[in-house]
Nanobody
Framework: EVQVVESGGGSVQAGGSLRLSCTASGFSFDDFDMGWYRQAPGNECELVSGISSDGSTFHADSVKGRFTISQDNAETTVYLDINNLQAEDSGWYYC????????????WGLGARVTVSS
């Protein structure tokens, strides 16, 4: 059974930091890239950070320099470190296993909510 489970969301003041974790099971990290998607209120879901099976990373322009994605293959866990949180970072963060080379999600988690207050 495939499972993708996010954790680490919460309420943070602007300027603070968070680490989101995504634990996956039921498939091999070698077969998928992994992505973090964000859905802010009133906005479409967007890919903010991704990591390919070869370890290369992607960050959307809006989060470059503040978001860092990393992966622990031994623990089948993907992390998203977020620094200098801004109000516009508020929203639901979803981890997904994506088809290699496409950023097209195949397996989703249920999400972790991040609320940034000023």
């Amino acid at each position: 059974e495939v499972q993708v489970v996010e954790s680490g969301g919460g309420s943070v003041q602007a300027g603070g930091s968070l680490r989101l974790s995504c634990t996956a099971s039921g498939f091999s990290f070698d077969d998928f890239d992994m992505g973090w998607y964000r859905q802010a209120p009133g906005n479409e879901c967007e890919l903010v950070s991704g990591i390919s099976s070869d370890g290369s990373t992607f960050h959307a322009d809006s989060v470059k320099g503040r978001f860092t994605i990393s992966q622990d293959n031994a623990e089948t866990t993907v992390y998203l470190d977020i620094n200098n949180l801004q109000a516009e970072d508020s929203g639901w963060y979803y981890c997904a296993a994506v088809v290699c080379g496409t950023w097209r999600p195949k397996y989703w988690g249920l999400g972790a909510r991040v609320t940034v207050s000023s």
